[in-house]
């Protein structure tokens, strides 16, 4: 029987949509697998583990950040001579094993990671990308594009990757919270346009503050952390139909993106793209760049932006027909992936 060790430091993590991919992934795979195929091993101080019903959990090691990957899953996988399934991209150096790496923006967006904190984190993931392209057994992705983006910069076999994807179920379980609009009385149901999402370059928040100035009688909505990586400096807080929200919680989200008059995700750059397919689950219209792998993900039942041309019309771009979001729903589930995801590590050698 074929033996996998999940490197589980994710639930380590703040949940972003890395982790949250490995989250539901492992949820997924618990129901398909057989015991004693699987098991994750997470740092000691790990927290809010689920129960597995198939899937053993092992808590190892003290060791901090990415240095637990490096000394103490390292050993474990070295001792215990097993084999390392990781989720998040990164991965023990010295043994890559199987790895996904859901995208390449550090190394093909340098000017994006300029400061001291962004170099560093740079060099890191590039070291970790090479040490999997050329070592690892197994990678995989969330899309065609990212998988093109790394046979193009890093030469990487393309049948050593698999792609995979993301799903929008677990939306399904977030309440909504109604009462933001009471908090946030210049909200009006309908009548806002609405994005959601870290304040780093990729994102071009830039874009949107355009549009806000060239369309003075639209309100745009904007909820979001500023991270160690960006500045808010492309978001200008004075504009009158701009309300900055900051962080919202995630029921206040989900109530936000059914409510809005469409959700704008103008990103110049994602390996898949997980937010504006929650927005899309709730039944929000979507305006969403044309750039990176956004079009194949989202096909034809988006409206579509040039990230780089703020001159657009929104009630123009909205009005133009677009297929049912039934299209993207139905081809994206965490459920169809982790069975690929299983079948692909049974199938091999």
Excluded at 287 to 299: D, H, K, Q, R
């Amino acid at each position: 029987m074929k033996q996998y060790t999940i490197n589980g430091r994710f639930f380590a993590k703040k949940l972003s949509g890395q982790e949250r991919f490995a989250r539901e992934m492992m949820a997924e795979l618990d129901k398909i697998c057989k015991p004693g195929e699987f098991e994750i091993v997470t740092p000691e101080y790990a927290k809010d583990i689920p129960e597995y019903k198939n899937i053993k959990v092992i808590k190892y090691g003290k060791v901090k950040s990415h240095f637990w990957e490096q000394i103490n899953l390292w050993w474990y996988l070295v001792k215990n001579k097993k084999t390392g399934v990781n989720l998040c991209t990164t991965c023990p150096l010295l043994k890559p094993d199987i790895n996904t790496i859901h995208d390449i923006s550090m190394t093909v967006n340098k000017q994006w990671y300029n400061n001291l904190y962004g170099r560093m984190s740079r060099i890191w993931h590039e070291f970790m990308k090479f040490t999997t392209f050329h070592f690892a057994k197994k990678v995989f992705t969330v899309s065609e594009f990212s998988k093109s983006e790394m046979i193009r910069v890093f030469k990487a076999d393309p049948d050593k990757i698999c792609v995979l994807g993301n799903g929008w179920q677990h939306y399904n379980r977030v309440g909504t919270d109604e009462t933001i609009f009471e908090r946030v009385p210049r909200l009006k149901r309908k009548e806002y346009y609405f994005a959601a999402s870290s304040l780093t370059p990729q994102k071009n928040f830039k874009w949107l503050k355009e549009v806000a100035q060239k369309n003075p009688d639209c309100t745009f909505a904007i909820a979001g952390k500023i991270e160690g990586l960006s500045t808010a400096n492309d978001m200008d807080k004075k504009l009158d139909n701009v309300i900055y929200l900051g962080f919202v919680s995630d029921e206040e989200m989900k109530t936000l993106m059914a409510n809005c008059k469409a959700f704008i995700h103008p990103a110049l750059y994602e390996g898949f793209g997980i937010t504006p397919m929650e927005a899309m689950s709730v039944g929000a219209e979507l305006i969403i760049s044309n750039a990176a792998c956004l079009p194949e993900i989202y096909g034809k039942s988006a409206h579509y932006i040039d990230p780089h041309n703020s001159d657009v019309d929104l009630d123009k771009l909205l009005s133009e027909p677009v297929e049912s979001a039934d299209k993207v729903l139905n081809n994206y589930s965490w459920e169809k992936f982790a069975k690929k995801f299983y079948n692909e590590l049974m199938e091999m050698n």
